[in-house]
């Protein structure tokens, strides 16, 4: 598991808004009311929020063992990395929404990876995770006093909220962030998150994903045993759903945007940047003439750029796995 909060429900009504971000009222979806990563109660609970982050430190501990402590930097930057040489940018005074923000860690990160972005708004269902988050942006802890350091960061705004239908206006912001949290979706509510993360994007927005790839030998190996896959989904309900739906949510995206680039960060996890699509209109076509081409453009698997590199020529995937062992301890 991530140790991360998820943020999709059902929502009605809106609140105060924000750069065209609006605070809807919120339901729990029966699939969100399940144990998660051995909470009884989930993701809605103060045990899971609170010890969110110092989970998260121990995921990449085990990603990145001869990084001790510092495993967990790593092992987020190495998305970080990959995003940004796929192309990832956000521009001056720019929006960027964080989808499933947890207690906020991606979204710190974030606002440290794109400085010259105005605006940075992370969205999760947990009161609870978010509750936490707001607390410690409050509070700046040291390294000392918290698992990590937090600074203080008047950009940055995290929010109780529906990924799924976020009350932010069409085509408002520059980036979406989902960071390790489609794994712990129903492959049907990714898809819908997918499609949130387009309508509020820009033409020529980024969608940004950062997840679990089971095409990597490392988790394809894992799958193929029955006993060690029951360990890793014992405590993840839909990684299953996950491991066989991920290639549904990379075609939905190469229809429906401009490009798809897709690399290994990890021994075991990819990196994703899509770009939304910009529609240049011709004013002298008819409506129906626009409507054809836009037919046109949605026939079969349409991107204009699909680019996946997380394979070398030979076959091999481009980063070596670095994650402890099944049978290994951190020294």
């Known amino acids: ?149 937090i600074d203080k960061d008047d950009r940055i705004e995290l929010r109780v909220g529906n990924i799924v239908d976020t009350n932010i206006d069409n085509d408002s912001v520059d980036a979406v962030n989902i960071s390790l949290v489609i794994h712990e979706l129903p492959i049907h509510v990714t898809l819908q998150v997918c499609q949130e993360a387009l309508r509020i994007l820009k033409p020529g927005g980024q969608l940004y994903i950062s997840e679990m790839d089971f095409d990597s030998p490392a988790y394809a190996a894992q799958r193929e045993n029955a006993m060690l896959f029951s360990l890793l989904r014992s405590t993840e309900p839909y990684l299953d759903e996950y491991a066989d739906g991920v290639d549904q949510v990379r075609d939905y995206l190469r229809l429906n945007c401009q490009s798809v680039k897709i690399t290994a960060a990890t021994g075991r996890h990819f990196a994703l940047v899509a770009t939304k699509k910009e529609k240049k209109k011709n004013k002298n076509k008819t409506k129906q003439q626009d409507q054809e081409q836009d037919d046109d453009e949605d026939d079969g698997l349409s991107s204009l750029l699909w680019e996946d590199t997380r394979f070398d020529s030979q076959g091999n995937y481009a980063v070596v796995d670095t994650h402890l062992k099944v049978w290994e301890s951190k020294k």
């Open 1 to 149: 598991g991530t140790g991360t909060g998820t943020g999709t429900g059902t929502g009605t009504g809106t609140g105060s808004n924000h750069h065209g971000i609006g605070v809807p009222r919120l339901d729990y979806p029966s699939y969100y009311t399940k144990e998660f990563h051995a909470y009884p109660n989930g993701n809605l609970s103060w045990e899971a929020a609170i010890e969110q982050e110092l989970a998260s430190r121990a995921v990449g501990a085990r990603n990145f063992p001869s990084h001790g402590a510092k495993g967990e930097d790593v092992f987020r930057s190495s998305f970080e990395q990959a995003i940004i040489q796929l192309g990832g940018n956000v521009p001056k005074g720019g929006i960027v929404v964080d989808f499933g923000c947890g207690t906020g860690t991606s979204t710190r990160r974030l606002s440290k990876l794109f400085l010259q972005a105005d605006k940075f708004v992370g969205i999760d269902l947990s009161p609870y995770f978010i509750a936490v988050g707001q607390r410690l942006l409050e509070l700046c802890p040291t390294d000392k006093e918290w698992v990590t350091s």
